[in-house]
């Protein structure tokens, strides 16, 4: 007979317990995504100061290696020289894009003028390129077979409407503005304020870590950060190399705001497969006020530089960074562009790469140890 001390078996749980349980992990996933969804501008806002401080801790790694010196001096000289470099281009820029903008409003009305004359000699109805008549018959000077009428003022409530629209399209502008500024500023402080004391914040992350995970959990947080830092020097070279070779060739082609316009282009590089794109509109538009030839060129230049990066560059600097398939990539930036606009698609490649390397470690490791140790222990046994 079984002793009547003798502790009972224990019991699974019931049926209901495991119902409950399994609906509050529901909830609580769907409350995380919604979470997400809605507060995606902010937690990208807030992944571009982290991959900003990322890259001020990178350069001040890199500028150790060159001349040593304390940490601190050393990110000082870093910023001093990134604000130095941007406040020249915006000086640059400033004089430069005004010459552009007039030069290819120019080349415009000329083309227009030239399609209208080649329309005109074949007998089509060229009056919707006149911008006399398309403002409509009342605007027709009145000649002397028709009688002369005063013109009649503009009501007090046309006017108030038209003002009321003015005001409305100057405050989304200046709303605009001041967003993108302090979107700026906003990565700008918390890239810095990163960069200053990387450890503290490091060490803060890993506090809220389970005693026993903690050494698995700074391996990834030290995975991750190492591979933003290698990507993101792959790409500073990158961009380095574009903007040179562009800056060069639009020199040589003869096309004004060649530094500006290399300086972009160099810039919108950071933007896989799409930036270049843009870059290379940009610089076929500002190429029109030069002439046919330009243009031609200016294509050219760019066609080159689209074969350069994706063919040479991009796989001889980032194979040992990250090695994501082309197709990959461009899907995800699809994908994340479609669903959280431009944050998404600037920001794709490196949302990619952190998921890479907390994959590798999920599926990788086994109990805090890496996947090869396990296996010389199965090995072994």
Request: hydrophobic share 55%.
């Amino acid at each position: 007979m079984t002793p009547a001390s003798a502790d009972p078996a224990p019991q699974p749980p019931s049926l209901a317990r495991s119902i409950a349980l399994g609906g509050c992990v529901i909830v609580a996933f769907a409350a995380f995504l919604a979470l997400v969804w809605y507060a995606a501008a902010t937690l990208f806002l807030i992944f571009a100061g982290i991959l900003f401080g990322v890259f001020l801790n990178a350069l001040s790694h890199l500028l150790g290696r060159l001349i040593g010196g304390p940490y601190l001096l050393r990110l000082a000289l870093v910023c001093a020289l990134l604000t130095g470099i941007i406040s020249s281009v915006v000086v640059l820029g400033g004089a430069t894009i005004a010459q552009q903008a007039s030069a290819l409003t120019t080349t415009i009305r000329s083309q227009v003028g030239t399609v209208k004359s080649f329309l005109d000699q074949h007998g089509i109805d060229t009056s919707f390129l006149d911008p006399a008549t398309a403002l409509g018959p009342s605007t027709t000077p009145a000649t002397d077979s028709t009688p002369r009428t005063k013109p009649e003022l503009p009501s007090a409530g046309t006017i108030a409407s038209g003002t009321t629209a003015v005001l409305g399209q100057t405050a989304k502008l200046l709303l605009g503005v001041f967003g993108t500024v302090g979107n700026i500023f906003v990565v700008v402080l918390l890239g810095v304020m990163l960069a200053l004391q990387p450890d503290v914040y490091r060490n803060g992350m890993l506090s809220f870590v389970p005693r026993r995970h903690k050494a698995y959990a700074a391996r990834l947080v030290d995975d991750v950060a190492e591979t933003l830092r290698r990507w993101l020097l792959g790409q500073i070279t990158t961009m380095s190399v574009i903007f040179l070779i562009a800056w060069t060739g639009l020199t040589i082609i003869g096309i004004p705001g060649a530094l500006v316009l290399g300086f972009q282009a160099g810039l919108l590089t950071f933007i896989p497969t799409v930036g270049s794109f843009i870059a290379g509109i940009i610089i076929v538009l500002a190429s029109l006020g030069s002439g046919w030839t330009a243009v031609i060129s200016a294509f050219g230049l760019y066609a080159s530089l689209q074969f350069l990066e994706g063919n040479i560059l991009t796989p001889l600097i980032q194979r040992h960074a990250i090695n994501i398939p082309p197709a990959t990539l461009f899907a995800s930036q699809i994908f994340l562009g479609v669903l959280f606009g431009l944050w998404g698609l600037a920001l794709a490649l490196p949302l990619i790469a952190v998921t890479k390397v907390v994959l590798k470690h999920v599926y990788g490791e086994a109990d805090g140890k890496p996947a090869a140790d396990t296996g010389a222990r199965a090995a072994a046994a």
